[in-house]
């Protein structure tokens, strides 16, 4: 939490159609680096120590209704229905706000880079205060008129002079001020204009006709950058992609192809670590120093320790935990599976469901049958033990430590300590037989080619 003098809120707007993402899924949960534009918003939110977070949702998205409830409760939804612009959007959480007496900052739930870092500075005023960023290309974005860093006037691109279009200091549309303040100044909006709207950019020009304090404070333009299509959406994506690969990089992790690494939002990689190219990290991942995660891997929810190795093309699940010296090799999958120190599954495994010991090994092919259709059930595997090539090891059940299982096998009962387990047929061979299956089978073909009618 950082530092602060009075209590704080957030109002954070969701409300919008997203009709140009042109997806069934809401604008606002589109995920950036695994994670819903909207968590993004909340998380600025809470990492600035804000005691209230209402989200503003509109009666189309019961999805983004049931994502606000899931995470921070019911009465931090407000609901914004007809949707009559951005003013009459922050007006409708003055209800859920009620009683509160602090300041209060209005963000965006489609601008996903906003850390509460950037936020910070628009609180501890007594007046109106607005992020502003300078735009490479201001286009169409509202200017900032400022004298010093007191901000006069917004004015909009379609209304403003050739001498306010050259201006590239543009608002952000992020906004705080005391909350009764804001409330007061709203009450006020009109929506005297083409769409008929009340725009929460109004407020800057009544504050300052009621003699209060405007101000502007800066933030870099991909930080307050807004996602409304599939194609901003991937530049978001690369945005946050190109910070983490440089922070990583930073901290001494080794990747030879950064641009091919894809990280998560909570990706944890300690320094020491070689990540080669082409491998993706979905949430909760977490990498000790000194492991090494080898290309076309894919790490979800896992912990590697250091000296572990990872693939090439391994899958690492939920519930992964790998100790110092495992090695996880080429198609092996690995879910809710806790391997102990220098334990390996080195080829084409399927690890679900239960503990490997230290030291075990894992041969080609073998499956851990962890689900019967209905439960799911734990394989422990003992230290020191050995599981031969394509055996199938059918949950619950234990291999002592120091077992061997022969190759081939399905294990259905638990096998003692330092026991020597088979689990198959014995072989017969018959001498000749393979010949005489040949023989049978080209004389029936050549009967029938002859049968057909010429």
Not at 166 to 194: E, Q, R, W
Not at 440 to 445: D, E, F, N, V, Y
Request: charge should be negative.
């Amino acid at each position: 939490m950082t530092s602060q003098t009075r209590a704080r809120a957030a109002i954070i707007l969701a409300a919008g159609q997203g009709t140009r993402m042109k997806s069934p899924l809401p604008k606002v949960l589109h995920p950036v680096a695994h994670r819903a534009m909207l968590d993004h918003a909340i998380d600025a939110a809470e990492g600035l120590g804000c005691e209230r977070i209402v989200v503003v949702v509109g009666s189309h998205s019961p999805e983004v209704r049931a994502h606000v409830v899931a995470r921070l409760g019911e009465a931090a939804v407000a609901v914004q229905d007809p949707p009559l612009g951005t003013g009459h959007a922050v007006r409708a959480a003055e209800q859920a706000l009620g009683g509160f007496d602090g300041e209060v900052v209005v963000t965006y739930g489609d601008v996903p880079l906003l850390k509460a870092t950037d936020i910070e500075p628009v609180f501890n005023a007594d007046g109106v205060t607005v992020i502003g960023f300078e735009a490479r290309d201001p286009g169409a974005y509202g200017r900032l008129i400022l004298d010093g860093d007191a901000l006069t006037a917004i004015t909009e691109a379609k209304e403003a002079s050739p001498e306010v279009l050259a201006i590239t200091a543009c608002n952000s549309g992020v906004m705080s001020a005391p909350a009764a303040l804001l409330f007061s100044l709203l009450a006020d909006v009109k929506n005297d204009n083409a769409k008929g709207e009340y725009y929460l950019t109004d407020v800057v020009e009544l504050a300052r006709k009621g003699g209060h304090p405007t101000r502007a404070v800066f933030a870099a333009e991909d930080a307050v950058m807004g996602v409304n299509s599939q194609a901003e959406l991937a530049q978001a994506e690369a945005l946050f992609q190109k910070v983490q690969r440089e922070t990583f990089l930073a901290a001494g992790v080794t990747m030879s192809a950064p641009d091919t690494v894809h990280f998560a939002w909570d990706t944890q990689v300690g320094g020491g670590t070689v990540i080669e190219p082409f491998v993706v990290f979905g949430a909760g991942a977490v990498i000790d120093g000194g492991a090494h995660i080898r290309s076309f891997s894919h790490v979800e929810g896992a912990r590697v320790a250091s000296g572990a190795e990872v693939g090439p093309y391994a899958r690492l699940r939920p519930g992964a935990d790998l100790a110092e010296g495992v090695k996880i090799g080429n198609f092996v999958e690995v879910k809710n599976v806790a391997m102990a120190k220098g334990a390996k599954a080195n080829h084409l495994s399927y690890l679900g469901d239960g503990a490997v010991g230290a030291g075990a090994n894992v041969g080609a092919g073998t499956i851990f049958c962890n689900y019967d259709g209905f439960n799911k059930a734990r394989t422990q595997v003992g230290a020191g033990a050995f599981v031969g090539s394509n055996a199938s090891l059918v949950a619950p059940v234990i291999v002592g430590d120091g077992a061997l299982i022969a190759s081939g096998s399905v294990i259905t009962e638990d096998v003692p300590a330092d026991a020597l387990a088979f689990g198959r047929a014995r072989q017969t061979n018959k001498p000749g037989a393979a010949a005489a299956f040949r023989k049978t089978a080209k004389a029936k073909k050549e009967a029938a080619k002859a049968a057909k009618p010429k």
